[in-house]
């Protein structure tokens, strides 16, 4: 167990509300991320961190921000959510494995409704 | 962005039988992960591959790194009720880039 803690687990919110989900993670690993997974798409990259005030965007970051202010939490920020960020987010962190390969272990996800 | 086709997209089978899915690319990766996600959780790595060619199992899983660095495929032997979920194979492209196929949903009759 990476010890990655997600937060809301579920959430519903209006369309052009601000919206933050939290990852929290106690074994101090320096990268995390965040994916959305949407039916047919698989989990696509949003963001992620390789330090404290280090991040970089993935594929999918239009809409998105986030804040590594700490080594244990990563936060996503919907500015003013969209129907079309309906979606369940996860966080991953990634471990060091065999010929320098990234394994990521991910959390439970957020289910996020924006109506 | 770079695409990883997996197929099939959905599998309905009898438990016991021998399930098999795979990944193709237009890319070449470095890595490829096979992870199995249940209902309300995330995804939790099954197997990793690293070099071309490679064959790895756990348990009754099989997985092989494509000879062309450009596929993958997952095997899973004698399938029993805990196999149903979502399988989703990833490609390390750089440092910190993973692409995901779209996900295989296997459903079990028992």
């Known amino acids: 167990d990476a010890g990655i803690t997600q937060s809301p687990r579920h959430k519903v919110t209006e369309t052009g509300t601000p919206v933050t989900l939290r990852c929290h993670q106690t074994?101090?690993?320096?990268?995390m991320y965040w994916y959305r997974q949407d039916p047919g798409h698989g989990l696509r990259l949003i963001h992620y961190?390789?330090?404290?005030?280090?991040?970089d965007k993935g594929e999918v970051s239009d809409g998105y921000s986030v804040s590594r202010s700490k080594t244990e939490d990563f936060l996503l920020t919907l500015e003013s959510a969209t129907s079309s960020q309906t979606s369940v987010y996860f966080c991953?962190?990634?471990?060091?494995?065999?010929?320098?390969?990234?394994?990521?272990?991910f959390g439970a996800g957020s289910r996020l409704t924006v109506l | 962005g770079q695409q990883l086709n997996q197929s099939p997209q959905s599998m309905f089978i009898q438990e016991g039988e021998d399930v098999s899915m795979n990944c193709t690319s237009s890319?070449?990766?470095?890595?490829w992960l096979w992870y199995k996600q249940d209902p309300g959780e995330g995804p939790v790595l099954l197997i990793a591959?690293?070099?071309?060619?490679e064959l790895t199992s756990n348990g009754r899983l099989t997985a092989q790194f494509g000879i062309t660095r450009k596929d993958s495929f997952l095997n899973i032997s004698a399938s029993i009720p805990s196999d149903v979920g979502i399988y989703f194979c990833?490609?390390?492209?750089?440092?910190?880039?993973?692409?995901f196929g779209q996900g295989t949903r296997l459903t079990i009759n028992p």
């Open positions: 961190s390789y330090g404290v005030k280090d991040t």
């Open positions: 074994e101090n690993h320096r990268y």
């Open positions: 990833a490609g390390q492209l750089g440092a910190q880039k993973l692409v």
């Open positions: 890319s070449i990766f470095n890595t």
């Open positions: 591959l690293y070099k071309a060619g």
């Open positions: 991953a962190i990634s471990e060091s494995k065999g010929a320098g390969a990234n394994v990521l272990t």
